[in-house]
């Protein structure tokens, strides 16, 4: 009988060592027996930096963290389920950051005095969103033992060691979202309060004083309180909402927006709006009635709400060249243009337009800042002046591109690129 080639895949001493007995055996049972034996021949032994980069792998892999490995030569060696679940377009950002960078020279240049050495780097990113990453360094110097084979030798010499560095990426955006998100309410909220409360303490003691039996000057400085109430309510609706978008502006949304949904519920909210005033609203659904976008859906619709209801107060606001024609606004969506100066990738184009008075061009790089208000528009329609800060949050959140066009005496046009969602059953 013929003994076939046999083949020893080395995984672990002690599996490689019962292995190779069972074929001693086999060797000497054949040969006594008088048969042919052909040696066996083994399969070339996996080098111990193989074996210590896969048990560092499946360690790494258990972990419930964002973690990177890098090897003496700053090379990504593994990266973890996690890392590219949170960070799932950054870590080549990360990775270059000087920050990052900073922290492995700083190791770099310390003396091995022990076995482990750690640092720590903040790591600020602004693209595609902002983020705010805390980094922790290990770095760790694996001894000769790692290195043993199956007969206790160290591979490579009785010297021999492999540096490894392990970052661990805590992502604390939210965290100092929310404490600036604090301290920014408290500083806007006063600065802008302070005129409507001021208004309302006024009224309140004239009418303790030379108003308290006169009740007509009572009624007329009580719808002019109830005003200034309302602005106060509006103006903290909008700060609260503006702080609850920017805490998850890092969070892509995972939901998928039929765009001729959003039209309808477009057209039942802003309806009443048009009824009220003497104005028109168009809205143009896109062509195909199947096209989405990934994203939440009360929150694009919070952000056509805006641009049409900015349309609506400063569309009409023009008193040196009063209208001689209604007030027009239209809604459509479209497919991006490949040459139309938006992103490569597919996209769909949300447009707000108006036919008002339009907007001087040194305005147009400020409209998105907190409680920016065009001057000569501020004095004749109260606004808090979020609602374009809150538009060009949202629009970042869904990884899209906002932009105002507008030329004076022809009205304006409210830019939304937005990427589209892959059909339903696609790959």
Not at 201 to 219: C, Y
């Amino acid at each position: 009988m013929v003994v076939h080639t046999l083949l020893l895949a080395a995984g672990s001493a002690a599996g490689g060592g019962i292995l190779a007995s069972a074929l001693t055996t086999l060797f000497l049972r054949y040969k006594a027996a008088g048969e042919v034996v052909h040696t066996p021949v083994l399969a070339p032994a996996i080098p111990a930096k193989v074996r210590l980069l896969m048990a560092v792998e499946q360690v790494v892999a258990a972990l419930p963290l964002a973690v990177m490995v890098l090897d003496k030569d700053r090379r990504l060696l593994y990266a973890s389920p996690h890392a590219y679940r949170d960070f799932p377009n950054a870590l080549g950002s990360i990775e270059r950051h000087p920050a990052f960078q900073s922290a492995l020279d700083r190791l770099a240049t310390r003396v091995n005095t022990r076995q482990a050495e750690s640092e720590e780097a903040r790591i600020v990113l602004d693209i595609p969103v902002h983020r705010v990453v805390q980094a922790f360094f290990q770095k760790t110097v694996f001894s000769k033992e790692a290195f043993a084979t199956e007969y206790g030798r160290p591979e490579g010499g009785p010297n021999r060691t492999e540096l490894l560095s392990f970052i661990a990426l805590h992502d604390v955006t939210e965290a100092e979202m929310t404490e600036r998100q604090h301290t920014d309410f408290v500083a806007y909220a006063s600065h802008e309060l302070r005129t409507p409360l001021a208004a309302l303490m006024g009224f309140i003691e004239t009418l303790q004083g030379p108003a308290a039996d006169d009740p007509e000057a009572q009624r007329e400085f009580l719808e002019i309180m109830a005003a200034q109430g309302r602005r106060m309510q509006r103006l903290l609706d909008g700060l609260l909402y503006l702080s609850r978008v920017q805490m998850l502006e890092h969070q892509r949304p995972k939901g998928r927006v039929m765009l001729a949904d959003l039209c309808v519920r477009l057209q039942n909210e802003t309806s009443i709006l048009f009824r009220q005033n003497a104005a028109e609203l168009v809205i143009e659904p896109p062509a195909h009635p199947d096209i989405a976008v990934v994203g939440d859906e009360d929150q694009l619709l919070q952000v056509l709400i805006n641009l049409v209801e900015n349309a609506l107060k400063y569309g009409g606001c023009d008193a040196e060249n009063p209208r001689t024609t209604p007030l027009a606004v239209t809604v459509s969506f479209r497919k991006a243009e490949p040459l139309g100066g938006w992103p490569a990738e597919g996209g769909v184009v949300l447009s707000v337009s108006d036919n008002g008075p339009g907007i001087a061009a040194r305005h147009l790089p400020r409209l998105t800042e907190r409680f920016y208000r065009v001057p000569k528009t501020s004095a004749m329609v109260q606004g808090s002046g979020l609602g374009l800060a809150i538009v060009q949050h949202v629009v970042t959140r869904h990884g899209g591109r906002f932009m105002v066009e507008s030329t004076v005496g022809s009205g304006t046009d409210c830019l939304i690129w937005l990427p589209i969602a892959e059909p339903v059953g696609a790959s």
